[in-house]
């Protein structure tokens, strides 16, 4: 029978779970964003990179293609810590661009509806939806980071064989659990930025500004008390730092280490986390 | 039978200011489809109230239970049976009626097909069927008062809390309002927790009320019983000589009094018919003009219980001799 004749009558079948609930909004979302065609073309873009690191890994385990050019090209093609740091920088870029593309809609357009009671009034709870707005962006951004990273890894293993893979396996490990850690950062940084600001645009360039004018401030401060600690709350230096140490590449003694790195990453977090717990709130009290 | 809202010595504060002062009260019967009025002034703790049992404020002291949970602790299992509309605009920007109430049943729980059809039935339901693929961002303000009444009914849940459902509304559109409210607990059984400033609107609608003033409980009564009480309680305006009519009228076992000339309020005892009356007058030889059951509005029972009149019309005849004033 046709919707409009057979009137409203009340739903009494079975509900789905939690989990189903909470990938709701996600789902929505990812919708709605793949369907801008800006967002699109950064995600081609985006595979540039990871397509021709690809083929640079299929040139460094096939040897006899370069024979010709001379012993001297075989220490610019080894797939190690440094490679995948080079990967892993390029693509944190497009990660940022995409940040400030698709989170700055996220939170905003529901404050400025006043659309958080009706979403407060269903089974769902603030850190329910401040996680599912954070899947929205982990998702997209896993997608130019842990997926085109994890797959390169994969490549390399295979094409290498079981003895690179038993003594590389922490480049994968870095891999995962580095991309992790910028992507929940820049994450937060985007859903904070939406949360405060409510033009799109500023807060887009909001989120691109945060890394660097903390990495201003930590540079300025590290010139005028001739120091070194303050590139500590550089997030970019910070999460290179974090990078570097599981990917097992040097880091000059002079720096900051990784451990006061990933301490201030992590508090960065968690600041960024209460500051947007404090905004998301059904009602606004006037105490 | 289960109350479908607790409240018991429930005190709510919001910073420093102590909003609800330990209130108390058991409102509907679960499963019966009831409509509770909130009333009370501005400031007087009605949507602290409401926010509360939706679970949005803590209670400093006592418990708020809907359906027999908890509000606060068990405000999972609470907001899974009800559904909410909220007093000011409260939409998903960018988004079609159609897509905005799927996005809203799929959060309550629904599967992803069930959750469209829902969307398109109560969207036609509410009188929004030709245009639910329009923005709501475009609606005018009737329309979405109805797309928030849609939302808050799509999932189907046992207690509909509606703030100020026929604000801003037309009076045909707010008639079409009061009339789906008396559907959705006279024909789909849900529950209605109803707060409006518009008495005549609760009056329509509501089986029982609860008048609320600075944080406390001032009032509540049972609307059902009030209005089968006044079916007792009769104005009487005729032409003739009347002056015979105290008596006849105690003869029969009713009382009245004249107000003025030709005008009486009378009571009727349970066994007595109001037909009795136009025999009683044929006998009198008085020719009836209007005979009406008079009854105290809401309004009039809102103003007492806020203080600003001492006594409702209907308690005054009792404080005055039988006979003629």
């Known amino acids: 029978m046709a919707v409009y004749r057979r009137g409203y009558q009340r739903y009494t079948e079975g509900l ?41 890994i299929y040139l460094a385990n ?17 797939i190690n810590g440094d490679f995948f740091a080079i990967f892993m920088k390029a693509q944190s870029v497009y990660a940022l661009i995409l940040a400030s593309v698709a989170g700055p809609g996220l939170i905003a357009p529901d404050l400025a509806n006043n659309a958080l009671p009706l979403y407060f009034s269903r089974p769902l709870t603030r850190g329910d939806y401040i996680l599912s707005r954070m899947i929205v962006l982990l998702g997209l951004l896993s997608l130019v980071t842990i997926v085109p990273g994890m797959l390169l890894f994969a490549m390399q293993a295979g094409i290498a064989g079981g003895d690179w893979f038993w003594k590389h396996w922490y480049l994968g490990a870095a891999i995962f659990v580095g991309f992790t850690l910028y992507i929940v950062t820049v994450s937060l940084v985007a859903m904070t930025s939406s949360a405060y600001v409510k033009w799109r645009v500023v807060a887009g360039a909001l989120v691109l500004a945060f890394f660097f004018l903390l990495a201003g401030a930590a540079e300025m401060v590290n010139s005028v008390f001739r120091v070194e600690w303050a590139s500590t709350f550089n997030p970019g230096y910070a999460l290179g730092a974090v990078w570097a140490e599981m990917l097992d590449i040097e880091i000059p003694d002079d720096k900051p280490g990784a451990f006061e790195c990933a301490v201030f990453l992590i508090a960065l977090s968690g600041g960024l986390l209460a500051l947007l717990a404090r905004k998301l709130r059904a009602v606004e009290v006037v105490k | 039978m289960s109350p479908v809202i607790e409240v018991d010595s429930l005190r709510v504060k919001l910073g420093r200011r102590e909003i609800l002062q330990g209130i108390s009260c058991r409102l509907g019967v679960s499963g019966a489809g009831k409509a509770i009025g909130l009333l009370g002034p501005n400031g007087a703790g009605k949507s602290t109230l409401i926010q509360t049992l939706l679970g949005f404020h803590k209670p400093f002291a006592g418990r708020a239970r809907i359906l027999g949970f908890d509000c606060y602790s068990q405000a999972r299992e609470v907001k899974a049976r009800i559904g909410y509309m909220p007093e000011n605009d409260s939409f998903i920007g960018n988004m079609t009626a159609v897509a905005f109430l799927r996005l809203m049943a799929e959060i309550s729980g629904l599967p992803k097909a069930a959750a469209l059809e829902k969307a398109h039935e109560v969207l036609f339901h509410v009188g929004l069927g030709e245009s639910r693929y329009r923005q709501i961002g475009t609606y005018s303000l009737g329309m979405k008062q109805m797309a928030k ?11 509909v809390i509606l703030d100020e459902p026929t604000n801003g509304l037309d009076p045909a559109a707010r008639l079409r309002m009061i009339q789906l409210i008396k559907e959705m607990k006279e024909q789909h059984g849900m529950n209605v927790l109803l707060c409006s400033h518009l008495l005549t609107d609760v009056e329509q609608v509501c089986d029982e009320v609860v008048i609320l003033k600075d944080g406390k409980i001032v009032h509540q009564a049972d609307l059902e019983a009030e209005r089968k009480s006044n079916r007792r309680f009769v104005q009487l305006d005729v032409i003739g000589d009347d002056r015979n009519l105290a008596n006849a009228l105690r003869e029969a076992g009713a009382e009245g009094v004249s107000e003025t000339q030709g005008q009486w309020r009378i009571v009727l005892p349970a066994d007595v018919e109001i037909g009795s009356l ?7 030889r008085l020719q009836i003009r209007k005979l009406t059951h008079r009854k105290d509005t809401l309004e009039e029972i809102f103003l007492k219980a806020v203080g600003h009149i001492r006594q409702t019309p209907r308690e005054t005849p009792t404080e005055v001799p039988h006979g003629r004033l």
């Not at chain 1, 709701?24 to 021709?52: D, H, N, Y």
């Not at chain 1, 090209?73 to 080894?78: A, D, E, G, L, V």
């Open chain 1, 62 to 78: 096939h040897s006899e293609l370069w024979q010709g050019l001379g012993g001297g090209f075989k220490k610019y093609f080894s």
């Open chain 1, 16 to 56: 789905t779970s939690h989990a189903t609930r909470m990938m709701v909004m996600p789902r929505f979302t990812w919708e709605a964003l793949l369907s801008q065609k800006f967002v699109l073309i950064l995600l081609v873009v985006s595979m540039f990179w990871p397509l021709l690191c690809a083929g640079y």
């Open chain 2, 278 to 284: 136009w025999r009683l007058a044929s006998r009198e």
């Open chain 2, 149 to 159: 009444l849609a939302q808050a009914i799509v999932h189907g849940p046992e207690l």
